[in-house]
């Protein structure tokens, strides 16, 4: 070897154990023959401890089945092949080097493995290229999580925090078909609120907000978490009570009246409000959700021509 293939030699091994790339060389038993600086600092084991030992044996975590189908597949392809972070977090169990900044404990890593030939052109040897992603994976991660966040907040009442009209319509169409299936006892409640405008229009829309955020409240406190409560849209709301037969919803959406009548507001003690309620089971008749709707809105009209502050509830024998 002359002095210029030395030097290559020398820059090359430099390069080798320099880069932010782990690169690990194994044989065909999978013993351990090169081990470059990336993967001594992020491991802890120096390349003279891992020289010629097998890799399992050094890390008895690593995904062993797994890996070793990866790496056959590689040799018998003679091709090299790929696995990314999304399908498996990590191979090598290393710890994030940016646990702060990252927000992930574990390093994230993308993998390529790639068949080496020895002198006589036979596969005898395998490359594994680590690359930490995990800078990648967080951000991946929080815009995933803020993409969540913006869903959950697109089925959410801003004001009242329970579920908006289009989260209910989409509740109420499942409910629908589980009844129409299953043929379990679930009504329809809708809710409005009484002489809402005149709370608007004396005391204003800042108080009035307050009504129905108080309201909205005790909505969701009284009923148990198998129902659905939601904010309709202006002062009315709707409830499903599920598995419920329509003599214990009537009881229910009665005690619920009853609360709203009794109800005192801490910054206007004085101010009363009332509710009408009109309630419709769910019976075989029913056509679909808007039809179970409309029944239910009509019975609620029908409790404000009678005087309001009452519960109506939709027969279906007498319609």
């Given at each position: 070897?002359?002095?210029?293939?030395?030097?290559?030699?020398?820059?090359?091994?430099?390069?080798?154990?320099?880069?932010?790339?782990?690169?690990?060389?194994?044989?065909?038993?999978?013993?351990?023959?090169?081990?470059?600086?990336?993967?001594?600092?992020?491991?802890?084991?120096?390349?003279?401890?891992?020289?010629?030992?097998?890799?399992?044996?050094?890390?008895?975590?690593?995904?062993?089945?797994?890996?070793?189908?990866?790496?056959?597949?590689?040799?018998?392809?003679?091709?090299?092949?790929?696995?990314?972070?999304?399908?498996?977090?990590?191979?090598?169990?290393?710890?994030?080097?940016?646990?702060?900044?990252?927000g992930l404990?574990?390093?994230?890593?993308?993998?390529?493995?790639?068949?080496?030939?020895?002198?006589?052109g036979t596969?005898?040897?395998?490359?594994?290229?680590?690359?930490?992603?995990?800078?990648?994976?967080?951000?991946?991660?929080?815009?995933?999580?803020?993409?969540?966040?913006?869903?959950?907040?697109?089925?959410?009442?801003?004001?009242?925090?329970?579920?908006?009209?289009?989260?209910?319509?989409?509740?109420?169409?499942?409910?629908?078909?589980?009844?129409?299936?299953?043929?379990?006892?679930?009504?329809?409640?809708?809710?409005?609120?009484?002489?809402?405008?005149?709370?608007?229009d004396t005391?204003?829309?800042?108080?009035?907000?307050?009504?129905?955020?108080?309201?909205?409240?005790?909505?969701?406190?009284?009923?148990?978490?198998?129902?659905?409560?939601?904010?309709?849209?202006?002062?009315?709301?709707?409830?499903?009570?599920?598995?419920?037969?329509?003599?214990?919803?009537?009881?229910?959406?009665?005690?619920?009246?009853?609360?709203?009548?009794?109800?005192?507001?801490?910054?206007?003690?004085?101010?009363?409000?009332?509710?009408?309620?009109?309630?419709?089971?769910?019976?075989?008749?029913?056509?679909?959700?808007?039809?179970?709707?409309?029944?239910?809105?009509?019975?609620?009209?029908?409790?404000?021509?009678?005087?309001?502050?009452?519960?109506?509830?939709?027969?279906?024998?007498?319609?």
């Amino acid at each position: 070897m002359d002095q210029q293939d030395f030097s290559q030699l020398h820059w090359l091994t430099q390069l080798l154990h320099g880069i932010e790339v782990g690169l690990v060389v194994i044989d065909r038993d999978y013993q351990v023959q090169l081990w470059n600086g990336f993967m001594e600092n992020h491991s802890g084991l120096s390349s003279k401890e891992v020289q010629s030992r097998s890799l399992f044996s050094l890390f008895p975590d690593l995904p062993q089945q797994w890996l070793i189908s990866k790496l056959e597949a590689a040799f018998l392809m003679e091709s090299r092949s790929f696995t990314v972070w999304e399908q498996r977090p990590w191979v090598f169990p290393f710890a994030n080097p940016r646990p702060v900044t990252g927000g992930l404990s574990m390093m994230h890593q993308n993998m390529t493995i790639q068949p080496l030939t020895n002198s006589q052109g036979t596969i005898s040897h395998a490359a594994l290229l680590i690359y930490d992603v995990s800078v990648q994976a967080q951000d991946r991660q929080k815009l995933s999580q803020a993409n969540d966040r913006l869903e959950q907040l697109s089925q959410i009442d801003a004001l009242t925090g329970l579920a908006n009209r289009r989260q209910w319509q989409r509740l109420l169409a499942q409910e629908f078909d589980r009844c129409r299936r299953y043929q379990p006892a679930s009504c329809l409640v809708v809710i409005d609120i009484d002489h809402f405008k005149q709370v608007n229009d004396t005391l204003g829309h800042s108080m009035g907000d307050q009504v129905l955020n108080r309201l909205g409240e005790l909505l969701k406190d009284s009923l148990r978490k198998t129902d659905v409560v939601a904010r309709y849209g202006g002062e009315e709301f709707v409830l499903l009570l599920t598995e419920t037969r329509q003599e214990a919803s009537i009881k229910l959406a009665e005690r619920l009246r009853q609360s709203v009548e009794q109800l005192v507001f801490a910054f206007m003690p004085s101010l009363k409000i009332t509710i009408s309620l009109g309630l419709c089971p769910y019976h075989h008749e029913l056509e679909g959700t808007e039809q179970w709707f409309e029944l239910a809105d009509q019975a609620l009209y029908k409790a404000k021509r009678q005087g309001r502050n009452r519960l109506v509830c939709f027969e279906p024998h007498n319609g």
